[in-house]
């Protein structure tokens, strides 16, 4: 049976954060283009420049951000004449214990750093509004650390909104649908998809998990309301009816043909990865340290909330992801928790505050 941790000991568990930065620092990010007029998506080129404008070196966690220009992460807000292009990428969750100094890019202070982004055509839906002048805007949440924080120690890291630019590019000829680049060539098959049977049934207990902590995560909210101090904790000060639904169509949820899969045919693992949704399939593939992760009686003997290392809730994360389209604004107790503070309409889409705050009931 799962047991209730106090609000108390939750909201102490999220607040620390490792090798504190004196004050939050100043980021300002510039967009260019190599051309602003172009025949096809497949010849867009935009240059990010991220500038510290503050007075210490600082440590920025690269995924989800312009700084990320090797993996298919969704780095800017498209737009064409005011509608929102979709993101057809990959969203990862990330094990905050298990990032590695690759993970991050330091930028002194005063300085600032630059990412090309390329093969930007099969990450966004361009085909769906056809030919013309879209916006790219850099996404403005920043997760960053002091510049000497050791990797291993840092469980959570502070929010950043930083300032920032968008820069406009007119495709002319070619928006055609683009699908994203395997590694390697893989059969598509359904349900969970695994030649180790360990790790098979290791997939199949977390999702059977996951749909049962969303369930009561729905149960919880239904009687307790929007105005719970936990609920208010990850999803702020709304009467929104979204936490609820998200957690109930997780609870629901009974595809057949989605992939639930143990290899990595778009070779994103590493760098604390733990599991990844492809947006535009739904289908979700799980990184070698998700093994590590254990069963939700663990909850109460063994981990904490902050650890963020329950299996069930890791594929609820990801379920947020395929069923809601949650994005990835941040990752860690303590930045949910200010993200709820500050922006509770950016908590509710954040797939991180549904995998935390579950981890709480």
């Keep these: ?152 120690d840092i469980a959570d890291t502070l929010r950043v909104v930083v300032g920032s630019s968008s820069v406009d590019v007119n495709v002319t000829t070619d928006v055609t649908k683009r699908d994203l680049e395997l590694e390697r060539d893989l059969e598509k098959r359904a349900k969970v998809t695994c030649s180790t049977s360990s790790y098979s049934s290791f997939i199949s207990a977390s999702y059977t998990e996951g749909k049962a902590l969303a369930s009561l995560a729905a149960n919880y909210i239904s009687s307790r309301g929007t105005s719970d101090s936990l609920f208010k904790a990850y999803f702020g000060a709304t009467t929104s009816t979204k936490p609820y639904t998200v957690f109930s169509t997780v609870a629901s949820e009974s595809s057949s043909t989605r992939t639930l899969s143990c290899t990595d045919p778009y070779a994103v693992c590493g760098n604390g990865v733990i599991a990844y949704t492809v947006t535009s399939t739904t289908n979700i593939y799980y990184c070698s340290i998700f093994y590590n992760e254990v069963t939700t009686s663990r909850l109460c003997s063994g981990t904490t909330v902050a650890s963020r290392n329950i299996r069930g809730g890791t594929t609820l994360h990801e379920l947020t992801h395929a069923l809601s389209g949650t994005t990835d604004v941040g990752y860690g107790c303590s930045y949910d928790q200010s993200l709820a503070t500050s922006s509770p309409t950016r908590a509710m889409s954040n797939a991180d505050n549904y995998n935390v705050r579950i981890k709480a009931l």
Excluded: C, W
């Excluded at 935009?46 to 920025?60: C, G, P, R």
């Excluded at 990862?92 to 300085?111: C, K």
């Design 1 to 152: 049976m799962v047991h209730f941790i106090s609000f108390v000991t939750l909201a102490l568990s999220g607040m620390a954060i490792a090798s504190p930065l004196r004050r939050a620092p100043n980021l300002v990010v510039s967009l260019s283009t190599n051309a602003a007029s172009i025949s096809s998506v497949d010849d867009i080129s935009l240059v990010a420049t991220v500038e510290n404008t503050s007075d210490q070196d600082i440590k920025v966690l690269k995924f989800g951000t312009v700084l990320d220009n090797k993996l298919p992460t969704n780095s800017f807000t498209v737009t064409r004449g005011g509608q929102s292009v979709p993101f057809t990428g990959i969203q990862v969750q990330l094990s905050m214990t298990d990032l590695t100094e690759d993970s991050f890019v330091v930028i002194p202070a005063g300085q600032s750093v630059t990412a090309t982004h390329t093969n930007i055509g099969p990450l966004y839906k361009f085909h769906g509004l056809g030919v013309g002048s879209f916006s790219f805007a850099p996404r403005q949440d920043f997760q960053v650390a002091s510049a000497d924080s050791v990797v291993t």
